[in-house]
C-alpha cells in the first residue's frame, strides 16, 4: 500500500516533467526551423545576386517598372541586364511577388523573349506585416520597400561619381561610359519581419572600370583602341572639316606627347580619351572631353586565330566571285554584292570608280594567314566608290568584318569621296595604319590598329549600334503575286515568313531598342491595318518598335499590307549607352 501511495505521488511529477520538456523540445524546434528558414533564404539570395552583378551591364534602380518582365512593374528594387555567351539577352529583376500572401522577394528572370522565370528568393520577409510600398524616397538607400514605417529591404547602388542615385532614372552602363559615371558596387539589405534575422550582401559589376585598363562588359573593348607606339598614332591632315567621333573611349597605347595630331579644323569627339600621356592632342583644343591616364591596354583581339584556307576555294588572276582564297590582287570596278563567308585576299583588293560594294555575313581577311613573312597587302577604297558590308554574327569571327594579318602592314583606305561607306564590325590591323580620310565619311563598329589617319570633310564615326537590313532588299523591286518568283513572299528569307528583318551589331555594348519607320510619300505608317493595309497617317519620322532576339531583328508583316508604289525604310537602334544609329534603304512595290 505504501508503494502504491508513493507511485501515485511522484508519477504526476515525472509526467509533467517529461510534457515540459516535450513542450520546450517542439518549441525549440520551431525556432530552429525558422532560422534554418531564414538563413536559407539569405544563401539562396547570395547565390543569385552576387552572380547577377558581377555579370551586369546595365543597371537601373528606378521603381515603378521592371527591368524583366510588366509583371511586377510597380514592386522592383533593382533591374539588371547583360548579354550571354550564347548572344542572348538576360534581363534580371528584384522585387516583390504579387498577389501573395506574404508578400516575397522574387528573382524575375528574362532570356531574349522566352516567358520570365520567377525565383522566391526571402520568403520570409513580410511574414505578419502589412503590404509593403517600394519607392526611391528611402532617406540613404537607392531604393527601399517599406512596411509598416520600417525598411524591410533596400538597394543602394554606389555610382562611380560618388552619388547613389546615378541609375534612378533609367538604366546606366557599370562602366564609365557616355553619361554613365559606371557603378562601383550594389549593397541588398534584408530584414525579415517576424523573424528579425538580417542579412547585406555586398557585390560589384566585373570590369566595369575602363581606367583600370579592363574591358568593358559585353564588348571588345573601347571602339577605338590604337596600339602603335611614339607621336601621331592619330593624326589628321589637310583642310578638311570632317570629325571624328566615338562613340565611347578612344585608347592610346602610345606614351609620347602630341600621340593624337589634329588638324585646325577636326576635331576629336569621345566619352573620354585613355592615355599613357598627360597631353596627348595637339592642338590641346581639338578635343574638349576628360582624359584618363593608366596602364597600356592589351590587344582585344591578340587571340583571335588566322583563318583556316581548309575547304575554301582559290582564284587566281580575276574579279571578284565569291567566297575562297584570293592569291592576286582583286579590282572591283563595277557595283558587287559580296555572298555571306570567308575571303581571304592574299595581295589585298581594290574598289575603285563609281563601285557600290556590299554584303552581310562576311569576314574578310588580308595578308596571307599563319605567315611569319612581312607583308605589304591592303584594302583600298577609291574615288567614288562606296562600301557597305556588315560582319558574321558566329564565331570564331562574329563581329569581326576587316582582319590584316598581323604581319601586314598594307594600309586599310576605308573612305572614299562619294557618300558615306559602312562597316558594320571591328575593323582589325595590329600592324598597320587604317585611313578614314575622305569627302564620303566612314562608319564602324570598332578599330583596333597600330595607327590610323583622317582627313577630309566626311569624317569617322566609330562604335556605336549597326543597324542592317537583310529583307527587303535596297533598291529591289516586288510584287504581290503569291510566291512567285520576284514576290515579296518568294524572295523573302525572314523568319515568320514575309517579315521585314535584319541585324543589330553593337561592339561597344549592347542594342536595347531597335525600331522601324516605314514612309510612304510624305508620310510614316502609324502602326495600324485597317482592312489588311498598311495605314500611312503619320508624320515622318514614326518609329515603331520591332521584335528583337540577340542580334537579330523582325517585324512581322505581309506583301499583301502594300499597294504599288516606293517606300523608304529607316531602322533605328539604340543602345544601352544611349548611342543610336540609323540606316536607310528604299524598295518598290510592282
Request: proline share 6%.
Amino acid at each position: 500500500m505504501l508503494e502504491l501511495l508513493i507511485v501515485l505521488g511522484i508519477l504526476p511529477l515525472v509526467i509533467g516533467a517529461i510534457a515540459v520538456v516535450t513542450i520546450s523540445s517542439f518549441h525549440n524546434q520551431a525556432i530552429t526551423s525558422s532560422r534554418f528558414a531564414t538563413s536559407h533564404d539569405a544563401q539562396i539570395t547570395a547565390a543569385y545576386f552576387v552572380r547577377d552583378v558581377q555579370s551586369a551591364i546595365t543597371v537601373t534602380s528606378q521603381t515603378g517598372v521592371s527591368t524583366c518582365s510588366s509583371d511586377g512593374s510597380s514592386t522592383q528594387l533593382l533591374g539588371l541586364s547583360w548579354t550571354n555567351a550564347q548572344g542572348q539577352a538576360v534581363r534580371v529583376s528584384y522585387g516583390l511577388s504579387i498577389g501573395t500572401n506574404p508578400t516575397f522577394l522574387v528573382r524575375r528572370s528574362c532570356v531574349d523573349s522566352a516567358k520570365p522565370i520567377t525565383t522566391n528568393v526571402s520568403v520570409e520577409l513580410f511574414n505578419g506585416l502589412s503590404t509593403p510600398t517600394v519607392s526611391n524616397s528611402c532617406g540613404g538607400p537607392t531604393s527601399c520597400a517599406v512596411s509598416g514605417g520600417q525598411t524591410i529591404a533596400s538597394v543602394t547602388v554606389n555610382c562611380g561619381d560618388g552619388t547613389t542615385t546615378c541609375a534612378n532614372s533609367g538604366p546606366v552602363t557599370t562602366y564609365a561610359a557616355g553619361s554613365s559615371p559606371g557603378i562601383k558596387s550594389i549593397v541588398l539589405f534584408v530584414h525579415e519581419g517576424q523573424s528579425k534575422f538580417q542579412y547585406t550582401l555586398v557585390a560589384s559589376p566585373r570590369n566595369q572600370n575602363s581606367a583600370a585598363g579592363a574591358t568593358p562588359p559585353g564588348s571588345t573593348g573601347p571602339p577605338l583602341v590604337l596600339l602603335g607606339s611614339g607621336s601621331a598614332v592619330l593624326k589628321c591632315s589637310g583642310s578638311g572639316k570632317g570629325p571624328v567621333t566615338v562613340y565611347g573611349a578612344a585608347a592610346v597605347n602610345s606614351s609620347s606627347p602630341g600621340s593624337i595630331v589634329l588638324n585646325g579644323n577636326d576635331m576629336l569627339q569621345a566619352s573620354e580619351v585613355y592615355t599613357q600621356s598627360t597631353a596627348p592632342v595637339s592642338p590641346a583644343s581639338a578635343y574638349t572631353g576628360p582624359y584618363v591616364v593608366g596602364p597600356k591596354i592589351s590587344d582585344p583581339y591578340a587571340g583571335l586565330p588566322d583563318p583556316s584556307t581548309a575547304g575554301l576555294t582559290t582564284y587566281g588572276s580575276g574579279g571578284l566571285n565569291g567566297p575562297g582564297i584570293y592569291t592576286s590582287i582583286v579590282s572591283v570596278t563595277s557595283t558587287t554584292t559580296m555572298a555571306s563567308g570567308t575571303y581571304i585576299f592574299e595581295k589585298g583588293i581594290k574598289i575603285s570608280g563609281t563601285t557600290k560594294l556590299t554584303g552581310s555575313g562576311v569576314f574578310i581577311f588580308i595578308g596571307v594567314p599563319n605567315s611569319s613573312a612581312a607583308q605589304n597587302a591592303g584594302f583600298q577604297l577609291i574615288g567614288t566608290a562606296v562600301a557597305n558590308l556588315s560582319p558574321m554574327t558566329t564565331d570564331p569571327y562574329a563581329g569581326v568584318l576587316i582582319f590584316e594579318a598581323r604581319t601586314n602592314i598594307g594600309t586599310l583606305q576605308i573612305a572614299g569621296l562619294g557618300s558615306t561607306s559602312t562597316y558594320g564590325g571591328a575593323i582589325y590591323a595590329p600592324d598597320a595604319t587604317v585611313d578614314t580620310s575622305g569627302n564620303g565619311g566612314v562608319a564602324t563598329g570598332s578599330i583596333v590598329s597600330n595607327s590610323m589617319s583622317c582627313g577630309g570633310n566626311g569624317g569617322a564615326s566609330i562604335g556605336g549600334p549597326f543597324p542592317q537590313v537583310t529583307f527587303p532588299v535596297a533598291g529591289q523591286s516586288y510584287t504581290t503575286n503569291g510566291s512567285n518568283p520576284g514576290s515579296w513572299a518568294g524572295q523573302n528569307p525572314c523568319s515568320p515568313n514575309q517579315a521585314i528583318c535584319g541585324t543589330a551589331v553593337d561592339l561597344s555594348g549592347v542594342v536595347t531598342t531597335i525600331q522601324m519607320s516605314l514612309q510612304s510619300g510624305s508620310k510614316c505608317w502609324d502602326g495600324t491595318l485597317p482592312s489588311g493595309k498598311a495605314s500611312f497617317s503619320a508624320s515622318c519620322p514614326k518609329y515603331i518598335t520591332v521584335s528583337s532576339s540577340g542580334t537579330s531583328w523582325y517585324q512581322a508583316w505581309s506583301q499583301t499590307y502594300l499597294g504599288k508604289g516606293t517606300y523608304t525604310l529607316t531602322i533605328q537602334a539604340i543602345d544601352n549607352a544611349g548611342f543610336s544609329r540609323t540606316t536607310t534603304i528604299s524598295f518598290t512595290i510592282s
